[in-house]
Every structure is written in structure tokens, then in C-alpha cells.
């Protein structure tokens, strides 16, 4: 008969006692619950927000299980998926866009477990369902936006350097033509647009790139080399994915999927969100930047919205901490001006962009406020299953 020391029993003990131990959370069910996060600086999740939120639901005639902070989110734990429903309804319309909501399932882990940081185990969407997007980034948009910059960059060059041209087209092939004037100097003009191009492959990030330039006659022809096309097609993939993963990020899910598919697509999956069409919402809402002089400070913004007696040419708006502003009603610069934005080496409060307004280069320093949210250069097309 085989003997083993006593110690070996113990061990093999205690591991099975620590593994029925941490696979306990397993066998609590989740609970439905709306999940509520703040959409705007300005909003605050708080113990006010608990007793609003309350108060809506006892309006409803719904009685939850608990209202907790947890985080930055406010959960609303429910009995059922015909309360969560009803529940969402009611919260929805009232918080407006201050807030998101979001139908969730929460796990319902005792105390003394989480104290043990005993956790569920996370579920894919093959087990316990969600949401799956597939988007779509639409790159000849992004190419088209990049050659149309290019375009107003060398007409702008060569009319600082009075350069006379008749005309500068974009063609089919995503080439340049320029058509100087039979009295253009034509080293001078290739220079300018040399120049011109140049300043936009830098502000890209490109090292050692540079647009191939033919002159035939009065004719100058600027082709983008293969490295640059690819560079366009990656950043677009680029910007949309951290953007989308910024508010994936803001509804909270519980490792959620964002991973690239072939050249120009996105697979999102969020396991546990059961709500798909704010889901898509919160993912695919266009986003906005525009840039506005600042019209007064704090103290003044606040004054102005204490007696009710706002500038006819201002507009009050939040920053990050919550404190009013007073902004300018006319939009300085907005995001369809702007081909690339780079943070400026001289000052981290100062943000140097390549625009195709008038001024090749707009500068937002730390004297200029400006309202912002996230946004891509490419357009996505998004498209959602819900399992």
C-alpha cells in the first residue's frame, strides 16, 4: 500500500478548498440592472444623482433593488429584464443628454468574496450574449480629404509667392496638376509646391517622405508615393479605433473586444450590454470639434450666469472641473478645417494644426479655450447583431 507524508494531503487540501473558494462568484447570478455614466463634463455621478434617479423611479411605480455608486458609474440593480426595460424608459427621457444609459448585467458577488478579490469570471458573447459591431472605415473619404489638403496647401503657396497659375486639379488617379501662367517661373513654382506638399507630409509624422514632382512645359504634375497612401488607410483605421475605444471605455463593459479585421474594418464586442441600439448610438454619434475665443473668465462667466445677464455674442460652456465660460458664439475652426493635429514642442498647453482655412498653420494655445470632443477623420459605417 502506497504512503504519501501528511503534508501532501494537506496541500492538495488547501488547493481544493482555495478553488471552490474563488470559483464561488460563478454561482451568484447577475443581476439586470441600468447602468447610468456621464456623458458631459459638467454632469456629476453623486449621491444628488442617486436620489434623482430614486425619486424617477418611484414615479414609475419601480422598486429596485439598490441605487450605488460604483466607480464612476451609477448602477440600478433590478429584479427582472421587465423592470430593467421599464426602468430604462423611465431614466432615459428624464436625465437627457447629460447622462448615458446602458441596460447591463452586473454581478451579484457577496462582500466577504470581493474582500477575498474573488471575481466571476468574465463570459464572451458566446456565453452569456451582448452586442457585436462590425465598422467599417471609409478610407477613400480619408484619401480624398488628404488630397483635397494638399490641393488648397500649393494653390496657397504659390499665391504667397505670386506664382500666377491658371489652375490646380485633383486628378482621378489622386494626382496633382498645376497649370502655371506662360510667364510663371517654373523652378520657382516647383519649389513653392514642393515647399507647399512638404509642410503636410511633416505634420503627418513621415520621415524622409516627399511628393514626386514632374514638369512638362507650363505643367507640374505632384503624385503621393505608395508609402503615403498607406500612411493615410493606417492613420484613419488608427484614429477611429482610439476614439472608439474612448467610449467603449465610457459605457463600462467588462473586457470588451476592439481588434482590427483585414485593411479597413473594426470587430466590436461588448459581452453583457443587452442594449444595442444605444450601444450603437454611444459608438457611431458623430463627434464635433470647434475651436471659440474666449469672452470672459470664470469669474465672469459665473457672475453672467448668477444674474441671468449673458453677452449677446457669448455662449456659456463647462470645462473639464465643471466651472462656467464664456465662449464666443462664431466658431473660430472646426474639425472639417483640420488635416492633422500635432502636439507643438514648445509649450504642452499649445496644440499646433494643419488646417486648409486660409492660415496653413492654426495654433490653440493656452489663450484660446476651445470645446472639444473626440473625433476621426474617416467616416465609419457601423453595423450591429445583437446575440
Not at 442594449?275 to 469672452?295: H, P, Q, S
Request: aromatic share 4%.
Amino acid at each position: 500500500m502506497l504512503e504519501f507524508p501528511r503534508w501532501k494531503y494537506v496541500v492538495i487540501l488547501l488547493v481544493v478548498v482555495l478553488s471552490v473558494l474563488y470559483a464561488l462568484p460563478n454561482a451568484f447570478q447577475k443581476d439586470p440592472s441600468v447602468q447610468i455614466a456621464k456623458n458631459r463634463p459638467a454632469a456629476v455621478v453623486d449621491e444628488a444623482l442617486v436620489q434623482r434617479v430614486e425619486g424617477l423611479l418611484k414615479e414609475a411605480s419601480i422598486t429596485p433593488k439598490s441605487v450605488e455608486v460604483e466607480g464612476d458609474h451609477l448602477i440600478v440593480r433590478l429584479d427582472d429584464a421587465q423592470q430593467q426595460t421599464r426602468a430604462s424608459d423611465a431614466l432615459r427621457p428624464a436625465l437627457g443628454d447629460d447622462f448615458t444609459t446602458a441596460l447591463n448585467l452586473v454581478p451579484t458577488t457577496p462582500a466577504w468574496l470581493e474582500g477575498l478579490r474573488a471575481k466571476p469570471m468574465s463570459l464572451g458573447l458566446d456565453l452569456q450574449g451582448g452586442v457585436h459591431f462590425m465598422m467599417q472605415v471609409d478610407q477613400n473619404a480619408a484619401l480624398e480629404k488628404r488630397i483635397d489638403a494638399y490641393v488648397d496647401a500649393i494653390r496657397l503657396g504659390l499665391r504667397e509667392q505670386s506664382v500666377v497659375y491658371t489652375a490646380v486639379n485633383r486628378r482621378p488617379d489622386h494626382s496633382i496638376e498645376v497649370v502655371l501662367s506662360p510667364t510663371a517661373d517654373v523652378a520657382k513654382a516647383r519649389q513653392t509646391i514642393a515647399t507647399s506638399a512638404g509642410d503636410l507630409f511633416g505634420s503627418g509624422g513621415m520621415m524622409g517622405a516627399s511628393p514626386i514632382i514632374d514638369v512638362a512645359g507650363n505643367r507640374i504634375s505632384v503624385r503621393l508615393p505608395e508609402s503615403e497612401f498607406a500612411r493615410i488607410a493606417t492613420d484613419a483605421i488608427e484614429q477611429n479605433r482610439h476614439v472608439i475605444s474612448n467610449r467603449i471605455n465610457a459605457i463600462g463593459v467588462a473586457e470588451p473586444v476592439l481588434q482590427r479585421q483585414g485593411d479597413d474594418r473594426l470587430v466590436i464586442q461588448l459581452p453583457g450590454l443587452q442594449d444595442t441600439a444605444e450601444a450603437k448610438r454611444l459608438i457611431g454619434a458623430a463627434a464635433t470639434l470647434e475651436f471659440r475665443a474666449v469672452t470672459g473668465d470664470e469669474a465672469r462667466a459665473a457672475a453672467a450666469l448668477a444674474d441671468g445677464n449673458i453677452p449677446a455674442d457669448s455662449r456659456i460652456y463647462y470645462n473639464d472641473a465643471g466651472q462656467p465660460l464664456l465662449l464666443s458664439r462664431r466658431v473660430l475652426a472646426s474639425g472639417e478645417d483640420l488635416v492633422n493635429a500635432v502636439p507643438g514642442p514648445t509649450s504642452p498647453a499649445c496644440l499646433r494644426s494643419r488646417s486648409r482655412s486660409t492660415p496653413p498653420v492654426a495654433s490653440a494655445c493656452s489663450t484660446t479655450r476651445s470645446r472639444t470632443s473626440a473625433t476621426a477623420s474617416a467616416s465609419s459605417t457601423p453595423s450591429a447583431s445583437r446575440r
